[in-house]
């Protein structure tokens, strides 16, 4: 089945409209709080200017090195969010957002099984390649291998990008079968994926830049220290959180149109 990214996007917004206090609830406790918090007590260091190029990296690993004990539970967290978003968006059994909390749960292993096998195989697989052709000594073939790895990890992630609402929505326990079932979905709509969801994290960076514009201009006029601080982290932690959820809401929309209607689906709609 070819996607109709049009018909997911219309049927996204839809799932969130019709959801919007459960889906609001679970996306400020899982993406907008923990996100504020980052930004508030781990706030990234700006580079200095004279800096150099092996400096500005330095800073950043140091940065991520320091906040990785704080990074990990955050981003399980998010990952239990995201799987009780899904949970909420199209479940059968239609959860209530306690209901949803305990179906993420259960369905976290299989999901995080799934990536670390995905992580696995590019990076064992890639990180081989990218050696042998280093050995060569011809930096153009290790140039030319990293760049290969790269394309090979981005096909490899638009095609395994339903497994998460596979997990959390068809109730798949198996990785494998997961990541199976997610690139049997996505068989054929890889550029299809790639403009809608490029399309979509472009949309949502210039509404990002807008709000800075708009909002976060005018606040640094009127305000400085940690209220200016706790103003743009608010603003930019709200942003990321109705980012994440319509995003998770569109990948739970291919699913379903690349998926066709369920047994239950169809039941329902002649009851």
Same mark, same amino acid.
């Given at each position: 089945?070819?996607?109709?990214?049009?018909?997911?996007?219309?049927?996204?917004?839809?799932?969130?409209?019709?959801?919007?206090?459960?889906?609001?609830?679970?996306?400020?406790?899982?993406?907008?709080?923990?996100?504020?918090?980052?930004?508030?007590?781990?706030?990234?260091?700006?580079?200095?200017?004279?800096?150099?190029?092996?400096?500005?990296?330095?800073?950043?690993?140091?940065?991520?090195?320091?906040?990785?004990?704080?990074?990990?539970?955050?981003?399980?967290?998010?990952?239990?969010?995201?799987?009780?978003?899904?949970?909420?968006?199209?479940?059968?059994?239609?959860?209530?957002?306690?209901?949803?909390?305990?179906?993420?749960?259960?369905?976290?292993?299989?999901?995080?099984?799934?990536?670390?096998?995905?992580?696995?195989?590019?990076?064992?697989?890639?990180?081989? *390649?990218? #050696?042998?052709?280093? $050995?060569?000594?011809? !930096? +153009? %073939?290790?140039?030319?291998? =990293?760049?290969?790895? @790269?394309?090979?990890?981005?096909?490899?992630?638009?095609?395994?990008?339903?497994?998460?609402?596979?997990?959390?929505?068809?109730?798949?326990?198996?990785?494998?079968?997961?990541?199976?079932?997610?690139?049997?979905?996505?068989?054929?709509?890889?550029?299809? *994926?790639? #403009?809608?969801?490029? $399309?979509?994290?472009? !949309? +949502? %960076?210039?509404?990002?830049? =807008?709000?800075?514009? @708009?909002?976060?201009?005018?606040?640094?006029?009127?305000?400085?220290?940690?209220?200016?601080?706790?103003?743009?982290?608010?603003?930019?932690?709200?942003?990321?959180?109705?980012?994440?959820?319509?995003?998770?809401?569109?990948?739970?929309?291919?699913?379903?149109?690349? #998926?066709?209607?369920?047994?239950?689906?169809?039941?329902?709609?002649?009851?």
């Amino acid at each position: 089945m070819k996607l109709d990214s049009n018909r997911a996007w219309k049927e996204a917004s839809r799932n969130v409209s019709r959801n919007r206090d459960p889906l609001a609830a679970v996306a400020g406790v899982f993406f907008m709080l923990p996100q504020l918090a980052l930004s508030l007590f781990f706030p990234q260091p700006e580079p200095t200017a004279g800096m150099s190029e092996q400096q500005i990296v330095e800073l950043v690993q140091g940065y991520y090195l320091s906040t990785l004990p704080v990074l990990i539970p955050m981003l399980l967290l998010q990952t239990l969010g995201t799987l009780a978003l899904l949970s909420l968006l199209g479940h059968p059994s239609r959860p209530t957002v306690g209901g949803a909390l305990k179906l993420s749960l259960a369905n976290l292993p299989t999901y995080l099984g799934a990536q670390i096998l995905l992580g696995l195989a590019i990076g064992l697989g890639g990180g081989l *390649l990218v #050696a042998l052709l280093t $050995l060569t000594g011809v !930096a +153009a %073939l290790a140039v030319a291998g =990293l760049l290969l790895v @790269v394309i090979v990890a981005v096909g490899a992630g638009l095609r395994m990008s339903l497994s998460a609402p596979v997990v959390a929505i068809e109730g798949e326990r198996s990785p494998i079968r997961a990541l199976q079932r997610s690139w049997q979905l996505t068989a054929g709509n890889s550029w299809r *994926l790639l #403009a809608f969801y490029a $399309l979509f994290f472009m !949309a +949502a %960076l210039v509404i990002q830049m =807008l709000a800075g514009i @708009v909002v976060g201009i005018p606040l640094a006029m009127v305000a400085d220290g940690f209220v200016l601080l706790l103003g743009t982290a608010l603003i930019s932690s709200l942003i990321n959180a109705i980012v994440v959820l319509y995003f998770v809401a569109i990948i739970g929309a291919v699913r379903d149109q690349l #998926a066709g209607p369920s047994v239950e689906q169809e039941r329902r709609t002649f009851d």
